[in-house]
């Protein structure tokens, strides 16, 4: 893989244990960078020719806004766009829902998507090269969601909702490589969903050869997710066996299967 991203082809460096920040140049060859919670592989990837002109952040957590300091004084003039939070103090330019913004020469649509953290957005773009792109930080993950830090379950549902309302062929960039421990409990919750099985098998495989299991499309995770699952029966089949009864509603789903996360272990 080359060390930065070819006219409108996402390509994730990897930072830190576990994060991905996201290059991507428009057809023009700028390009921009979401998240760099560390500057060191972004400037990396600036010396081998990545013509970095903004950045995209969708939430205020240091591992994702580490390297922004660091960025904005090595290209004077770039486009910081961030949601509306003081604990992003780099922002160059603030948005709201359904904002629409270019960066190196590329349309994206904002999400705002509460629930990770309550200013969390997302960044859509439709067709990118070959199909729509999004940029939902630590929102969706594959076969998994983010941690509920500042916002309810019924929030982060309702977040999730509208991910997953996006087309089906829309390429998922999250900014965690988590999807190998978030199979194992996708598959406990999920044991006979077949979708799932073989995407667990296939990030099995990626994983040994150290590759990304990112992007992935939103058919996929809509398929195989379970935090995207609450309405399947076999979803609620293994809420009910966990809760000793029915669960009074999809947020009640929601919020059994994150608990249940959060004690996971494999
Ligand atoms: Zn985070
Ligand atoms: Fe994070």
Sequence with gaps: MPPFAPPCVPVPLPAFEDNYIWTLAGDGGDALVVDPGDPAPVLAAMAEGLRLVGILVTHHHNDHIGGLAAL????????IIAPHDERIPQATQRVDDGARVQVAGIDFETL?????????????????GEAPLLFCGDTLF??????????????????????????GDTRVCCTHE???????????????????????EAVRDLRARLQPT????????????????????AVRAAVTMRLGRPPADRIETFAVLREWKNVFRA
């Design 142 to 167: 594959s076969l998994g969601c983010g941690r509920l830090f500042e916002g309810s379950p019924a929030q982060m549902l309702a977040s999730l909702d509208r991910l997953a309302a996006l087309p």
């Design 178 to 200: 988590y999807t190998l421990s978030n199979a194992a409990f996708a598959l406990a919750v999920d044991p006979h969903n077949r979708a799932l099985q073989a995407r667990a």
């Design 72 to 79: 904005a004084a090595a290209v004077p003039g770039i486009e």
């Design 112 to 128: 705002t998507v509460p629930g990770h953290t309550r200013s969390h957005i997302a960044f859509h773009a439709g067709k990118v």
């Design 214 to 233: 990112l992007p992935v499309t939103l058919a996929e995770e809509c398929a195989t997710n379970p935090f995207l699952r609450c309405d399947d029966p």
